[in-house]
């Protein structure tokens, strides 16, 4: 070959282009295919997947920790001989046992050291003082409940405004004694002060997100146990391999090659505990004890407890915006205020600076420390972003009487330059010359005939006697943030199917599935011949789900991994067989070059001859008596051929476009939202969505749309009603549970239209884009621009309940 398929990865790694390799149309079966089967479907549909949760060993004791009554508190002392003396309790470990007093790498992004028990709780609910193990969790309950506790109170700061006004109590003295102001930044380009002197209009608003939390179905737990010195670990968790660089850290190093680890199906995990710095301290506790009491133990969260932080983009905004009578934006200033956010995320005008062409821009965000818990991405760490850049465009246009979708394409541009450079760039790169915002607005339009329903706002009262109103926003498609990602295959002996290899977290996106059919085409094999099946160590670990980075990093991986072991495999088919120092067998096709054979339905035929064939399973050969190769003959003691192992490995890596603006954001999505405001209560009827995603190529369709779907009901829920309430005299969380928490079912959404475009236009292979976090993210604050369409008054706090409708109109 002209170039191994080794160099050609190599040559795609960080990639700044257009796929320079793609498969040829002519290849392509599985990709794209709307009927290609589930992996996970049959287990999970009949209820037989096995969560972490559902867990069950021989002996194991059960394993809680004591929560805070209060939002800010140090424990004085505490009496825990009660518990201790429960039939069925087995162990206590206390917050001043020898054995926790150090530090530990918990787990969160990177190495965050912190204790694994604390002393000082900073928000009602947190875990702290002492974990109790037991032969149930009934036991458990009672146990915690008999520990007698001396706090000593302190004082407390709910809201992240009235946490940086001067005077204001300390939230977390133990590491920001002096402020609650934890950090700034700021961020953007040009210069703000010029671009208003040169508007026609300068309009300024305020916005507040409440808290709102990534509550899953299964709540936070782990299981451990010691086999012999060598710990066995289960896990619910999205990042796999920072669980095992954590372990093997623990009590003073456990080799990495000695940890056996269990990530199980993921009963939804949206982010949220997998990020926070401490997530893995059930599992330590849990290891304390099961190395004391010699049996397994599972720690887990109550319900209540796994409303253990929220979403980071908690806070408030400040913005200020300029802009000509024709719509063309020239400034925007935001200041935004983040509530305990475990990292610092990106700032409230990162979206503006990627995908439009708006000179001037400003985005400052400020750090607060509040006694709630920590905040991180929830479904998105974008959502902050986007908030801005809907209620921004959507000002503008409402402010000037202009439709929304003009204000979108007259600003639509790549990093502050206009589509024509855009389009100049695309060129260079070798990408289509797509404009992806045209032809997504061109198919949501017509979804929700725009043309035909849109109004200007406060206008249209409909027969019910409700109020109607339609909404638009847009933004760039998940291109991709950062990762990487390695993944190996091998062929199996006997049948010659294909098997993947890479640890991951399976949390229900489908993505498993996908890379099957990528490495499907890439070998030519049958989709029913390419399995995969993460849940066990095999020593590779994929790109974790997170940052809809997976199919432009894990993608790369299976389809290097695929192509290298299909050019190892024509070779192979072309060389004499099972070489050893007694002689070797004739070649599967002695007269053929590896470039003269190809494979396709899991047989290797030759290009100009397609009836001399040979199936992957003749290739491999069955395992034999004398071992997994071959056989010796009946008679003569003589062997038979066999085939080396077949087996491939590959990686990829990639910084993250919104790391720098290293790669330029062309790709684009659409969001519409139609519904009906009733002035008298305050109800909104959300009656139709309509998503437009560019994915660039739709390896899964089904699994794409499946994203859309969920994303759409979880963002109305987040836009309609979700709030974590805490009680602003005691600090104590009101609502810490799934009947008062409300989260949106698919009946509250009306009708769903999703549609995919495939432009070609993203930096993954084959031009494809994410999808994962783009529609979660979009849908909540496109609720805004819906209902001030309907009733003619904006609603920039959310969620946009009832009474906020009526306190709008003036009617409480």
């Known amino acids: 070959m002209a170039s191994t398929e080794k160099q050609r990865a190599r040559e795609m790694l960080d990639n700044l282009r257009f796929d320079k390799y793609p498969i040829p149309k002519e290849r392509i079966k599985s990709i794209g295919d709307r009927e290609v089967r589930r992996l996970d479907g049959v287990e999970k549909a009949s209820g037989k997947a096995n969560y972490t949760m559902d867990v069950q060993l021989p002996g194991m004791l059960h394993m809680r920790f004591l929560t805070s009554p209060h939002p800010h508190a140090a424990i004085k002392s505490m009496d825990t001989s009660k518990a201790e003396a429960l039939p069925g309790v087995r162990a206590v470990l206390r917050y001043d046992d020898p054995e926790i007093q150090q530090e530990e ?30 032969d149930s969790e009934e036991i458990v309950d009672e146990a915690l409940r008999l520990v007698e506790v001396q706090w000593e109170q302190r004082p407390f700061v709910l809201d992240p405004l009235e946490a940086l006004a001067s005077g204001a109590p300390i939230a977390n003295p133990e590491d920001f004694p002096e402020s609650n102001l934890e950090v700034y930044y700021e961020a953007g380009r040009g210069d703000v002060e ?45 990042r796999p391999h920072i669980v095992k660089r954590a372990v093997a850290s623990w009590f003073g190093g456990i080799p990495m090659n000695r940890i056996e680890l269990h990530i199980l199906y993921q009963g939804a995990s949206f982010g949220g505990w997998s990020q926070f710095g401490w997530n893995l301290a059930g599992n330590y506790c849990s290891a304390v004890i099961s190395r004391r009491t010699n049996r397994p133990v599972k720690w887990s969260f109550t319900r209540r407890e796994d409303f253990y932080g929220g979403s980071m983009d ?13 719509g063309t934006i020239l400034a925007v200033k935001a200041e935004s205020v983040y509530a305990n956010p475990m990292w610092g995320g990106q700032g409230p005008v990162l979206h503006l600076e990627e995908c439009t062409n708006i000179p001037h821009l400003y985005g400052k965000r400020s750090l607060a420390i509040v006694n709630k818990g920590p905040c991180t991405a929830v479904r998105c760490e974008q959502l902050p972003n986007t908030h801005t850049l809907t209620l921004v465009f959507d000002h503008v246009a409402g402010e000037l009487g202009l439709d929304p979708i003009d204000v979108a394409l007259k600003n639509d541009g790549v990093h502050g330059h206009d589509m024509a450079w855009a389009s100049e760039e695309k060129m260079k790169m070798g990408f289509p010359q797509t404009d992806s915002l045209r032809e997504c607005i061109k198919s949501g339009k017509k979804a929700v005939a725009w043309d035909k329903k849109w109004h200007k706002p406060g206008t249209k009262k409909l027969s019910n006697g409700r109020m109607h109103g339609l909404g638009f926003t847009w933004n760039h498609e998940w291109e991709d943030s950062a990762g990487s990602g390695e993944i190996a295959m091998r062929l199996e002996r006997n049948d010659g199917t294909l098997r993947i290899l890479g640890m991951r977290c399976d949390n229900g996106v489908n993505a498993e599935t996908a890379y099957c059919q990528v490495a499907a085409d890439e070998m030519g094999m049958k989709i029913e011949d390419v ?20 199919m432009s990093v894990n993608g790369f991986a299976v389809r290097h991994a695929s192509r290298m072991l299909k050019e190892r495999i024509l070779k192979a088919a072309c060389a004499p067989r099972a070489e050893t120092q007694r002689g070797s067998y004739p070649a599967f ?64 890596v990639q910084v993250g476009a919104y790391k720098g603006g290293i790669r330029p954001r062309f790709i684009r999505q659409a969001h519409f939202m139609e519904v009906e405001v009733d002035t008298g209560t305050g109800e909104i009827s959300i009656t139709k969505v309509a998503n437009v995603n560019d994915v660039g190529k739709a390896i899964n369709p ?10 759409t009901y979880m963002g109305i829920g987040r836009a309609l009603w979700e709030e974590v309430v805490h009680d602003p005299v005691t600090g104590v969380m009101l609502n810490g549970n799934l009947l008062d928490y409300k989260i949106a079912t698919i009946d509250d959404c009306g009708p769903i239209d999703t549609i995919l475009k495939e432009s070609q236009l993203g930096f993954g292979p084959y031009g494809l884009a994410g999808i994962g976090e783009d529609v979660p993210t979009m849908i909540p604050a496109l609720l805004g621009p819906a209902v001030y369409n309907a009733i003619g008054v904006w609603i920039d706090d959310y969620p946009i309940t009832p009474q906020r409708v009526l306190k709008a109109l003036g009617k409480i």
């Open 531 to 550: 399995f995969y099946r993460p849940h066990v160590d095999t020593g590779f670990f994929t790109q974790t789900p997170d940052s809809s980075t997976n």
């Open 105 to 134: 790498d918990l787990g969160g992004h990177g190495v965050s050291p912190r204790l694994p028990i604390p002393l000082v709780a900073h928000f009602q609910g947190e875990e702290c003082g002492v974990a109790i193990a037991a």
């Open 589 to 652: 096709f002695p007269d053929c070059t590896p470039e003269d054979l190809d494979i396709a339905d899991s047989a290797i035929f030759v290009k100009m001859d397609p009836s001399r064939r040979l199936t992957l399973a003749e290739f491999v050969g069955p395992a034999g008596d004398e071992g997994p190769l071959c056989f010796y003959e009946l008679y003569g003691h003589e062997r038979t051929p066999f085939s080396e192992p077949m087996f491939s490995y590959s990686y990829h």
């Open 702 to 711: 089904m699994a794409c749309e499946g994203q859309m779907y969920g994303g």
């Open 194 to 238: 010029e671009g208003f002197a040169e508007s026609d209009v300068v309009l300024e608003f305020a916005s507040r997100r409440d808290l709102h939390t990534y509550v899953s179905p299964e709540r936070a737990c782990g299981v451990w146990r010691w086999n012999g010195d060598y710990p066995e670990v289960w896990c619910k968790q999205q």
């Open 314 to 326: 908690y806070g408030a905004h400040q913005y200020k915006v300029g802009a000509k009578k024709d």
